[in-house]
């Protein structure tokens, strides 16, 4: 993902509620999703990276069942079968292509990198939604969508070439960013079916749509892997992507909605990225040089830039969520 439809929860400034508890939930939501990076990397010692997108997406899609029934009791769905079709390929691209690229691309660069460059969704966005006429590019736009690129182009300069087999690969930064690129798409072809649909069940019929995509590969993938021989601790990994970031975080972020203005929420995804590089260091032990963290500041001034170019009028869709990040802001992706 993802990742906004929900704009349309804010509530009025009268209604907007902003207790210790709503920021503590909020930074909740935060350390669930940088967390999902180094869930992803501890997985990916004993899972095959195919066999691990599907396991979480079959996950996934089991454990939003409860938010979506509990949904569609108290405020009745009804759905076409051209919404239907339309929320297929949309859960193809947007869950199990997102999901996988992100999986993928994890297993051959850091956390560090895969922070960086899946949060760089909302400059995604908003190009997409300027192709497709629902946002303006204005010279304060193209301005931050340049700064950010710099940055990119400073961290491929700067930071030595990895050997071979190293934790951070060009391959992997592009994977992530692939995945990136996959729920940007999600999130402006979605935008229609946010018109008439709330997010919980939008993303509900993608997550289950991406667990069916997937379920041949669990299945393909077994026959390779002996999955009674897994450690617990990569299975409690596996359930933590599905359950903390594809579904409590992402929960706590429509929550959070309804109480706070988008661009207020969106503020605290810059946290992300630190935090998820700190845990890396603390929980993995990799290395995060001084080009890294200069090349990181430069690529999130231009994505804050481009992200506060956008008039109240004129804001790109909120995305239905990437990956179990449901979110506008850099936060986007973990995928």
């Not at 079916?193 to 289950?208: G, K």
């Amino acid at each position: 993902m993802s990742g906004r439809p929900a704009a349309g929860l804010a509530l009025s400034g009268g209604q907007r509620e902003r207790s210790p508890a709503l920021y503590a939930l909020i930074a909740l939501m935060i350390l669930g999703w940088s967390g999902n990076y180094v869930a992803g990397k501890i997985a990916l010692r004993e899972f095959p990276p195919l066999l691990l997108t599907g396991v979480r997406a079959i996950l996934a899609g089991v454990l939003i069942l409860p938010p979506y029934f509990w949904e569609r009791r108290k405020n009745g769905v009804t759905w076409t079968w051209e919404e239907a079709r339309l929320l297929l390929v949309l859960g193809l691209l947007g869950v199990s292509g997102n999901q996988l690229l992100f999986v993928l691309g994890l297993s051959r660069t850091s956390v560090a990198h895969a922070a960086i460059f899946a949060n760089l969704t909302p400059f995604t966005v908003l190009l997409l939604s300027s192709l497709r006429g629902l946002e303006r590019i204005t010279r304060r736009k193209v301005a931050g969508m340049a700064i950010a690129l710099s940055g990119v182009l400073l961290l491929k300069l700067l930071e030595p070439a990895p050997p071979h087999g190293a934790s951070a690969s060009l391959v992997g930064d592009l994977l992530i960013f692939s995945g990136s690129f996959a729920f940007s798409l999600f999130t402006v072809f979605g935008k229609p079916l946010t018109r008439r649909h709330s997010t919980v069940t939008v993303n509900a019929f993608a997550y289950i749509a991406g667990a069916f995509f997937m379920s041949p590969v669990v299945v393909w993938g077994r026959g390779d892997t002996a999955l009674a021989r897994i450690s617990a601790g990569s299975w409690l990994a596996v359930l933590y992507m599905a359950l903390f970031s594809s579904v409590i975080s992402y929960l706590i972020y429509y929550y959070a909605l309804g109480r706070m203005s988008p661009s207020r929420v969106s503020t605290f995804s810059y946290f992300q990225p630190p935090l998820a590089t700190v845990l890396g260091v603390l929980a993995l032990g990799e290395h995060v040089s001084t080009a890294l963290v200069v090349s990181a500041a430069v690529i999130f001034a231009g994505v804050y830039l481009t992200e506060r170019a956008v008039t109240p009028s004129s804001r790109p869709p909120q995305a239905p969520a990437r990956d179990g990040r449901a979110r506008r802001g850099p936060a986007e992706a973990a995928r």
